[in-house]
């Protein structure tokens, strides 16, 4: 099966079936060629089968234009196979990142220069290069199984990335986010527009469409088991509540969304019945939903009941049942639109979601994203403290428990001006753009407070815009100076153009076949023993500062934790205390007390800031990491973790193909191949120094549980003072050893990190260097025509992208 249909098998949400059709030999050729009753032997499932059948009957429309108003549909064909492949070139809707599909090479054989230019030909490279390697693939699978021939494989298998820019967009609801967002893609109609009485429930991607020209919606719903547990859950929480309870109201909005008034009078086992979910067969299927329009606004209006809460029911007349309770995330894909080639824009809740399964979800974007848009109203951006709020509640999950590398603080709204209609049009943009300039002054006075927010951030990474997304979607009456929405694309764009990911790939492909070819020719691999020798010691020689680096880092690691240990120890009732008896008069307090340790130590009210015990309890141990733990693993790019020390080890690959010129081919794989082991260790760097970070706070969170549960189960007069009880005296007693759990824990994951670099350098290089350099090239296919191809390809995209 090739990489295609695998594709289209995870877009249409049916995964589970890859393994059938890898088994059957489904490709790209034979799939339209499937008969009904092939497919029933396919996929087993009815829903999925159906679902299956009209995604291949618009895929077999869309591949029989051959030209529209929309797009050109390019046929390559790849000399080598017999096969013939489609590819799509989506070129943007307007003239602000358009791309020229008809410019060549030039004559003397030099690579296309600008990349901003020239991104769809990129996409036909990559797909170029794509299909040289599965032909390659093949190749290889019709050979002797040698070591060498494995080894091979699973280094084309492993090229495949599809690594997206995540940018958060937070803001209160009204805020303008959704505006925002269709303003900087340029679909006026996109998303649907919030009012007083409805906003977005679930967190809902936007990315583009490369596959199709459709408008699409991909709906992911929480399991049927899922919601049979919350549905009793709920039940059992209301047989112990009355309505006046903020929680009540909640559950009952969710409820009443769903199922009308019958809810009342149901049991939990009643309200799964399937006649509830009979416009969803997805949701008891456990299968993606897609919604597939011609246009933005088709799809904005079908899709509102999916992702929206309505607490005004007149406003949608035709809407009877909502579904945004059983929804965990929307994707929508949109087609022909270049500012989201390698990125996802996020619209995402300011602070989690009361939804243990969607927060679940909003935590791990939320860590994910590189950039992060807070959205806020012109006239409140400095005033407006739910704005703040939110930043500075997601500062520990973006910056040292995340990978963001740039806050955005955005003030919409800037052309709205009080008795506007005294002025003339120049006085207007004059008065306009002089209140924006003092609106970033004062916002960025305001971000110099954020003593703590700053420990994970730097100064550069925070900037200020200023837009008016409605002025920008009309006819530009105001000029670019006072709307920076236009920046805010070019960042994007920037964003878009610095993805490496197809260079990457490329540049693998180039290594691997400099290698086949390189050991195709090599018919005395026992010569290079004086090479091979001279690398495994350079391996060690190279290996020695980054080991010193990350025992340095360690040590710091436990001199820091361990003073935090000592201040939690001595402080964390002081902190109990303050946050079981609240200044001020809290009415209500013993029902937002009684929702913390019901859920776990984390409640989120409907309205305000999200509550955290864990979070508060483990401050002391991430405050005394903070700064190093910043210095250590920053989130730039261009600065590697650990001073950079995994950057700068390098076997001089470059220089020894001078000396060695007859294995120069396996040289130029082994430089790729430490290129890529590099990038690969500095993500998994990333990846793992999130869960090490939040580790402190998982720890905490984990030795509170049972304290937790006890706490839950109080109900009566009595039940603060016994709830404020079990959890001081909990503390106290496990204070000793709490902390210093949460110390060894990360420090633990600190060591098994090491040990997992030091070893994947090592072994990876080393078989890199034996199966290349002492490795005969029987059972070799021939690649010469396809190394020369890929060779000119990579030249191309190298040079274009310096």
Not at 226 to 245: A, G, M, Q
Request: glycine share 4%; net charge positive; proline share 2%.
């Amino acid at each position: 099966m090739d990489d295609f249909v695998c594709k289209i098998l995870n877009d249409w949400g049916l995964s589970e079936w890859i393994e059938t059709f890898r088994d059957n030999g489904i490709d790209m050729e034979n799939l339209n060629c499937l008969e009904d009753q092939d497919i029933e032997k396919l996929i087993s499932k009815v829903g999925p089968r159906e679902h299956f059948r009209r995604q291949l009957k618009l895929l077999k429309e869309e591949q029989n234009t051959y030209q529209d108003k929309h797009f050109l549909l390019f046929t390559v064909r790849i000399n080598r196979s017999r096969t013939t492949h489609l590819f799509r070139v989506l070129p943007s809707t307007g003239d602000r990142g358009k791309r020229k599909l008809d410019q060549e090479e030039s004559n003397n054989g030099e690579p296309l220069s600008n990349h901003r230019n020239f991104l769809q030909t990129e996409l036909m490279m990559l797909f170029d290069v794509k299909n040289i390697m599965a032909h390659v693939l093949a190749k290889l699978n019709d050979q002797e199984n040698t070591k060498l021939n494995a080894f091979l494989r699973n280094k084309i298998k492993d090229l495949e990335t599809d690594r997206r820019e995540l940018v958060g967009v937070f803001g209160k609801t009204g805020a303008g986010k959704t505006s925002l967002i269709n303003a900087v893609i340029e679909e006026k109609k996109l998303l649907p527009l919030g009012d007083v009485d409805a906003c977005t429930s679930v967190m809902i991607k936007v990315e583009a469409n490369m596959c199709n020209t459709k408008y699409e919606a991909h709906i992911e719903f929480i399991t049927r088991k899922e919601w049979k547990d919350e549905l009793w859950s709920i039940k059992h929480y209301l047989e112990v509540t009355t309505n006046e309870d903020d929680d009540y109201q909640n559950v009952a909005e969710k409820l009443s969304a769903l199922y009308g008034e019958e809810w009342k009078e149901k049991s939990s086992e009643e309200l799964v019945n399937p006649k509830y979910f009979r416009e969803i067969p997805e949701f008891l299927e456990a299968t993606k939903k897609i919604l597939s329009c011609e246009t933005a606004k088709e799809l904005s209006a079908q899709m509102i009941k999916y992702t929206r809460t309505d607490s005004n029911p007149g406003g949608e007349n035709s809407i009877k049942r909502w579904y945004w309770p059983l929804v965990k995330c929307v994707t929508v894909k949109v087609p022909h639109n270049n500012f989201l080639q390698h990125i996802t824009l996020v619209d995402l809740p300011g602070n989690g979601d009361r939804n243990k399964i969607r927060d679940t979800i909003w935590k791990r974007i939320v860590r994910d994203c590189s950039t992060v848009w807070i959205v806020t109203e012109m006239n409140r951006a400095a005033s407006e403290q739910e704005s703040w709020e939110i930043l500075k509640s997601i500062s520990s999950h973006l910056g040292n428990g995340g990978e963001c590398r740039y806050i955005h603080f955005i003030c919409t709204k800037s052309d709205v001006i009080e008795d506007s209609t005294d002025h003339s049009s120049a006085d207007l943009e004059a008065k306009i753009l002089t209140r924006n300039n003092i609106a970033k002054e004062v916002v960025r006075k305001e971000f110099e407070k954020l003593h703590k927010f700053k420990k994970h951030f730097s100064d550069d990474s925070f900037q200020v815009y200023t837009v008016s997304s409605n002025e920008f979607l009309k006819t530009k009456v105001l000029s670019a100076e006072n709307t920076e929405i236009p920046k805010l694309q070019d960042f994007l764009q920037n964003l878009n153009d610095s993805h490496s990911e197809t260079l990457n790939y490329v540049s693998g492909a180039h290594g691997i076949l400099s290698l086949i070819h390189g050991a195709s020719l090599e018919k005395q691999p026992g010569r290079n023993k004086e090479l091979c020798e001279k690398l495994e010691r350079d391996i060690a020689l190279q290996l020695d500062p980054v080991q010193k680096a990350m025992e340095k880092a360690y040590q710091v690691f436990e001199t820091c934790l361990r003073e935090g240990v000592e201040k939690s120890i001595s402080s964390c009732e002081k902190k109990l205390h303050n946050f079981l008896f609240p200044r001020g008069n809290k009415e209500g307090y013993h029902g937002t007390l009684k929702s913390v340790v019901k859920n776990g130590g984390v409640y989120k009210p409907k309205k305000g800031k999200q509550i955290n015990l864990n979070m508060k309890l483990s401050s002391f141990l991430t405050d005394s990491i903070d700064e190093e733990f910043r210095k250590t693993f920053l989130n730039e790019r261009n600065c590697g973790p650990f001073n950079g020390v995994i950057d700068k080890f390098s076997l001089d690959t470059e220089n020894l193909m001078e000396k060695y010129k007859d294995v120069k081919l396996q040289l130029i794989f082994l430089q790729t191949e430490e290129e890529r082991i590099k990038k690969k260790l500095n993500k998994r760097i990333r990846d793992q120094k999130k869960i090490m970070y939040n580790s402190l706070t998982k720890t905490i969170e984990k030795s509170m549980q049972e304290c937790y549960k006890t706490a839950a189960g109080y109900s009566g007069p009595n039940m603060m003072e016994k709830i404020r009880k079990t959890l001081s005296r909990h503390v106290h007693r496990s204070k000793g050893t709490m902390f210093a759990k949460a110390k060894n824990a990360m420090l633990n994951h600190l060591l098994s990190l090491r040990v997992e670099i030091l070893k994947t350098m090592k072994d990876t290089l080393n078989n890199s260097i034996d199966l290349s350099l002492r490795t005969d090239g029987q059972a070799i296919p021939d690649v010469s025509a396809e190394l020369a191809e890929v060779k000119k390809i990579y030249k191309n995209l190298k040079n274009s992208s310096n």
